[in-house]
Nanobody, 125 residues
């Protein structure tokens, strides 16, 4: 499966963005999906995951501000990001996991087999 992330940009603190990740080559419904980010000089960080069955899990740093969702009919993964902070500035990546159960939500890089190219999010203060 190929993943294409989009929707990043420059936003003021307190603003919102919605990122999209379109899957091609295979049906999105076959995969557990996740969002990660990587800021300059930092390791890639888990943000949120959604299982094939629709169960979700979030990192504490984004819980209550970010919402992950999927539209299998459109083969697209989303993350709605509200109340953005300057520390949310990073390159955001979507990822697909082919293993696990129907309700599996991976939190580690190694749980995922396919990655999108990343989209830059910059939050100004």
């Amino acid at each position: 499966v190929q993943l294409q992330a989009s929707g990043g940009g420059l936003v003021q603190a307190g603003g919102s963005l919605r990122l999209s990740c379109v899957a091609s080559g295979r049906f999105l419904s076959s995969y557990g999906m996740g969002w990660f980010r990587q800021a300059p000089g930092k390791e890639r960080e888990f943000l949120a995951a959604i299982s094939r069955g629709g169960s979700t899990v979030y990192a504490d740093s984004v819980k209550g501000r970010f919402a992950i969702s999927r539209d299998n009919a459109k083969n697209t993964l989303y993350v709605q990001m509200d109340s953005l902070k300057p520390e949310d500035t990073a390159v955001y990546y979507c990822a697909a996991a082919s293993g696990g159960t129907y309700y599996y939500t991976g939190r580690k890089d190694s749980d995922y087999d396919y990655w999108g190219q990343g989209t830059q999010v910059t939050v100004s203060s």
